[in-house]
Nanobody, 130 residues
Framework: VQLVESGGGLVQAGGSLRLSCAAS????????MGWFRQAPGKEREFVAA????????SYADSVKGRFTISRDNAKNTVYLQMNYLKPEDTAVYYC????????????????????????WGQGTQVTVSS
């Protein structure tokens, strides 16, 4: 699976951006998908994740209520809608894919960490000015 992010850029505080992550491969629908971010001098952190079928999501507390993750399995694409952006959201955002063999429609809690993800995109820069 190859992942390519797009949609990053420069936006003023309070603005919105929508990130997209296009995946190659015919097994996209069997993967849970996640978004992570890394700010300069900081560790990569979890942002949001979505189950393979799309009905179960999870968010970091810092973005809950402002960001929405979604996916379109017909288009092999996952999205991250980011609203009410803050300067502290400035980071490189990474898309990730991880096989979910739990057999559950619910997103396993482990997908809030980097460990289950097998594939990563190259990242897209998001800069929020104050």
């Amino acid at each position: 699976v190859q992942l390519v992010e797009s949609g990053g850029g420069l936006v003023q505080a309070g603005g919105s951006l929508r990130l997209s992550c296009a995946a190659s491969g015919r097994t996209f629908s069997s993967y849970a998908m996640g978004w992570f971010r890394q700010a300069p001098g900081k560790e990569r952190e979890f942002v949001a994740a979505i189950s393979w079928i799309g009905g179960s999501t999870s968010y970091a507390d810092s973005v809950k209520g402002r960001f929405t993750i979604s996916r379109d399995n017909a288009k092999n694409t996952v999205y991250l809608q980011m609203n009410y952006l803050k300067p502290e959201d400035t980071a490189v955002y990474y898309c990730a894919a991880g096989a979910d063999d739990s057999g559950s429609f619910l997103l396993p809690r482990g997908f809030r960490t980097a460990m289950p993800y097998d594939y990563w995109g190259q990242g897209t820069q998001v800069t929020v000015s104050s």
